[in-house]
């Protein structure tokens, strides 16, 4: 199925007031916005316009009742040939429908999220940071906009992309609470969607920790607190002897597509990576043990930090003390070798726009 976009420019790029060295993280937008509307029975009117407000009806399902959901990806400029590079965007198509099958939302079919996303990023091309480290985050996203009260599902949706350049989410490595109160996700939820209730029940516990002097929570399984599962942004990963072992999935967590290709790429460097069940009592006995050699964290927008320690029910687990980074450099270093293009991608995971 083809989509036809029709395409408003902005008259005057805000391009020259963009400071490439003083990036920071989703506070500066590009010219353009992609848009499209479900009428109930098919995607209408797709559409490029000039970065801006939206006009909604206070009534707008989605703030009420939270039927919303988004993606995070991102762009780069191949150091090679400077052609702009996508890193596995239909992953975060296909997640983006997993999700609005558990909300009740339309299904996006992958011809328009392409086809939005590459007229979108061929305008706004000039935006992708050249800078070590920097990236276009890309936000692809739909919400309800039936203008109803009542809780059942909207007939009427936006789907949308804007992007914003981007430098690292985290800049140092991270101390995280061990969470044993407050629960992410239960069993039968929606964990393992992006909706962005998630995000939002995740705020108080996480301010908490914050309080308390951490950066991130640890979330731990809903029912005995004693499973790690993942972060507030991202998943996890421990090196434990020679074995790097991250939680398996379940439906309480975000199969992260980071994750995925870190566990690939690891795999494919020669390590032992294990998706299991990871208890906090074995992460703290490897403390004790000496054979916890590093903790880190995966995501698209953090890419990947380590954990410098961890806390559990106010005992301080210290993982960073020696200084050994060597798995999460190794696993750093090639995939982004793979999102500036500076390899051959053996996995077909790059895509040129
Ligand atoms: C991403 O990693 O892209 C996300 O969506 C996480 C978000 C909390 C920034």
Redesign the pocket.
């Known amino acids: 199925m083809g989509f036809e976009i029709t395409i408003e420019k902005s008259e005057i790029s805000r391009i020259k007031n963009f400071d490439p060295q003083n990036i920071g993280f ?1 506070k500066i937008f590009t010219d353009h916005m992609f848009l499209a509307n479900w009428d109930g029975n098919e995607w209408i009117n797709p559409r490029i316009v000039p970065y801006g407000p939206l006009s909604l009806s206070p009534a707008t399902s989605a703030i009420h009742y939270g039927q919303s959901i ?4 991102k762009a780069f400029k191949s150091q090679k040939d400077g052609k702009t590079l996508l890193f596995r965007p239909l992953e975060n198509c296909k997640r983006l429908n997993k999700s609005a099958e558990r909300m009740v939302m339309p299904s996006v079919p992958e011809a328009l999220f392409m086809s939005g996303l590459t007229t979108l990023l061929t305008l706004d091309e000039a935006w992708i940071p050249k800078t070590e480290g920097g990236a276009l ?1 890309i936000r692809p996203y739909m919400f309800a906009t039936d203008d109803f009260i009542g809780v059942k599902p909207s007939e009427n949706f936006i789907f949308a992309i804007f992007c914003c350049p981007v430098g690292p ?1 985290y800049t140092k490595a991270l101390k995280v609470k061990v969470e044993d109160e407050f629960s992410r996700a239960a069993p039968g939820g929606v964990g393992f969607t ?1 909706c962005a209730g998630n ?1 939002g029940a995740a705020m108080y516990p996480t301010q908490k920790a914050q309080q308390e002097g951490f950066d991130q929570i640890l979330w731990t399984d809903p029912v005995s607190h004693q499973w790690v599962e993942e972060t ?3 998943n996890l990963f421990a090196v434990i002897g020679n074995t790097v072992v991250t939680p398996s999935l379940t439906n309480t967590l975000l199969a ?1 597509i ?1 994750r995925d290709s870190v566990i690939t790429g690891l795999r494919h460097l020669g390590y032992t990576v294990e998706e299991r069940p990871l208890s906090v009592q074995e992460l703290k006995d490897a403390v004790v043990n000496s054979t916890l050699k590093e903790m880190f964290i995966t ?4 890419t990947l930090i380590s954990i410098q320690g961890f806390s559990h029910k106010s005992e301080y687990f210290e993982v960073l003390d020696k200084g050994n980074t060597d798995t999460s450099l190794a696993i750093k270093t090639f995939l982004d070798s793979l999102r500036y293009g500076n390899i051959t991608d053996p996995f077909g995971w790059t895509v040129v726009v």
């Open positions: 989703g988004f993606e995070g990806m985050y989410y992006k995000y507030g942004t991202t992260g980071t995501g698209t927008a953090a």
